[in-house]
C-alpha cells in the first residue's frame, strides 16, 4: 500500500518561501504513469490544485501559480518538494501531496495534510 507523508514548517513569514517535502513509502515515484501532486485547502474553501511532478520528471503547474511554484523530487529519497515563493497571508491552508495513476486502473492515494500558516 503507498503511503505519502508530508513534512515542513507550520508557520512561515510573509515573503518567505514555503517548502514542503512528500515522503512516499510502498512504492516508488519513478513508477509509470503516476503522477504526484500538490493540492492545498484553504479555511472555508474548496480544494486547489497547485502543481504536479510525473514519474517521468515532467512538472506540470496551475497556471495561477505557476510563477510562484516549483516541484522537485529527490529519487534517491522517494520524495517530492514544494516550493512557494512570496507567500502571503492568503497561502494559509492545509497542504496535501497526493500520488495518482489511471493505468491500468484508477489508484489515488493522499497524505493526511499539513496545516502551513502565513503569518508575522
Known amino acids: 500500500q503507498v503511503q505519502l507523508q508530508e513534512s515542513g514548517p507550520g508557520l512561515v513569514k510573509p515573503s518567505q518561501t514555503l517548502s514542503l517535502t512528500c515522503t512516499v513509502s510502498g512504492g516508488s515515484i519513478t513508477t509509470n504513469s503516476y503522477y504526484w501532486s500538490w493540492i492545498r485547502q484553504p479555511p472555508g474553501k474548496g480544494l486547489e490544485w497547485l502543481g504536479a511532478i510525473a514519474y517521468d520528471g515532467s512538472t506540470y503547474y496551475s497556471p495561477s501559480l505557476k510563477s510562484r511554484t516549483s516541484i522537485s523530487r529527490d529519487t534517491s529519497k522517494n520524495q517530492f518538494i514544494l516550493q512557494l515563493s512570496s507567500v502571503t497571508p492568503d497561502d494559509t491552508a492545509l497542504y496535501y501531496c497526493?500520488?495518482?495513476?489511471?493505468?491500468?486502473?484508477?489508484?489515488?492515494?493522499w497524505g493526511q495534510g499539513t496545516m502551513v500558516t502565513v503569518s508575522s
Open positions: 497526493n500520488g495518482k495513476s489511471s493505468t491500468p486502473i484508477l489508484r489515488d492515494y
